[in-house]
């Protein structure tokens, strides 16, 4: 999919906004990308998966980042025919009390797919938990780069990010 095929679809949607929002890290922002809207948006969603699935092999699973990257790596695992994993932030205290959920083998290359990133702190915090669990991770699918310095930390993890469409795309097309 072209980049200006998912700003379109990003725009349909509604996900992109503008005003004056304050960011998960604390800082303002005078844009924002709403990924409730996108990831529940059939289409765009539709479009987002089969974006990510063009990029991955027959032998990849993925890890979903929760809560956001739960609805692209499970649309993403349907388009592609592989299986996910989910990286929760915190172990659950009931139940299984797994950090990890779904089925991971040690050793399994594992691509994470996360919505936005602008710190690329969650996502790396996912990394290591999935890391820590026995996977191998050295790739990430990120539907938004805000360039705010998330690609330098998630890439100092020691992983690969590939951005559908960057906040430079985004913003020049508005």
């Not at 990308?33 to 990510?52: G, H, M, N, Q, R």
């Not at 009931?94 to 691509?111: A, C």
Request: aromatic share 6%.
């Amino acid at each position: 999919m072209a980049n200006q095929d998912l700003i379109d679809a990003l725009r349909a949607a509604d996900a992109v906004q503008f005003g004056e929002f304050e960011l998960s890290h604390g800082g303002t922002s005078e844009y924002y990308v709403d990924k409730y809207l996108f990831e529940t948006d059939p289409d765009c969603l539709e479009s987002i998966a089969e974006a990510f699935a063009e990029r991955l092999d027959a032998d990849d699973k993925l890890g979903g980042v929760a809560l956001g990257g739960v609805p692209l790596a499970a649309a993403t695992s349907v388009a592609a025919g592989v299986p996910y994993v989910i990286a929760r932030k915190q172990r659950k205290e009931y139940g299984t009390g797994n950090l990890i959920e779904g089925r991971l083998e040690s050793g399994e290359e594992v691509v994470v797919v996360e919505d936005i990133v602008t710190t690329g702190t969650s996502l790396v915090e996912a990394v290591e938990a999935l890391r820590e669990a026995g996977a191998t991770v050295e790739r990430a699918l990120v539907v938004v780069d805000r360039e705010e310095g998330g690609r330098e930390t998630v890439e100092d993890a020691g992983v690969e990010m590939d951005s559908l469409v960057t906040a430079s795309e985004l913003l020049e097309s508005q």
